[in-house]
T-cell receptor, first 114, second 112 residues
């Protein structure tokens, strides 16, 4: 969907480095989500946020951090504590702050280790 | 914890055949069940969804059925075409209704 923009498309991380993935939406959605996708693993939830200044851990939050200072933005930081960060990262958003609404995805960021 | 199982992991059909993908979920409080299609290197896109107050929903060649008693739901694609080839994901909402739990995906290959 053109309403969700993820950047960069490709990102490389060095050992011991933190990197931040950007996610911006102009759909006026309340809820935003971050997923990690590995081959054969489906989409695993990292963090999600129902409203500004509030967020919850998903199933695999260790080694990641987020912030939600603005409704439109939900950046994800992959910290040096995440020992296996190589994956495809997808951001999504939905209306109403409830999971019972369709989620719309961005184009993703592919993160690799240098 | 909450879990969604999806089968099969791979499915190969001939063009024109039907394809069926099945999912089971663990949380009886789940009420929303979307299906996503993801082409190689692209974003997942919603193709159909169903809520717990209906048993079946159709959209052209795609249909989804839901059995809340057995806690399973299925995607049916009729008259498959090569452009249906993709990875399909099912999902169910969590108990609080605040997030989706995804299955591991089914890679569908339609050969002409």
């Amino acid at each position: 969907d053109g309403g969700i923009t993820q950047s960069p498309k490709y990102l490389f991380r060095k050992e011991g480095q933190n990197v931040t993935l950007s996610c911006e939406q102009n759909l006026n959605h309340d809820a935003m989500y971050w997923y990690r996708q590995d081959p054969g693993q489906g989409l695993r939830l990292i963090y999600y946020s129902q409203i500004v200044n509030d967020f919850q851990k998903g199933d695999i939050a260790e080694g990641y951090s987020v912030s939600r200072e603005k409704k439109e933005s939900f950046p994800l930081t992959v910290t040096s504590a995440q020992k296996n960060p190589t994956a495809f990262y997808l951001c999504a958003s939905s209306m109403g702050g409830r999971g019972r609404q369709p989620q719309h995805f961005g184009d993703g960021t592919r993160l690799s280790i240098l | 914890g909450e879990n969604v199982e999806q089968h099969p992991s791979t499915l190969s059909v001939q063009e024109g055949d039907s394809a069926v993908i099945k999912c089971t979920y663990s949380d009886s409080a789940s009420n929303y069940f979307p299906w996503y299609k993801q082409e190689l290197g692209k974003r997942p896109q919603l193709i159909i969804d169903i809520r717990s107050n209906v048993g079946e929903k159709k959209d052209q060649r795609i249909a989804v059925t839901l059995n809340k008693t057995a806690k399973h739901f299925s995607l049916h694609i009729t008259e498959t075409q090569p452009e249906d080839s993709a990875v399909y994901f099912c999902a169910a909402d969590n108990q609080a209704g605040t997030a989706l739990i995804f299955g591991k995906g089914t890679t569908l290959s339609v050969s002409s």
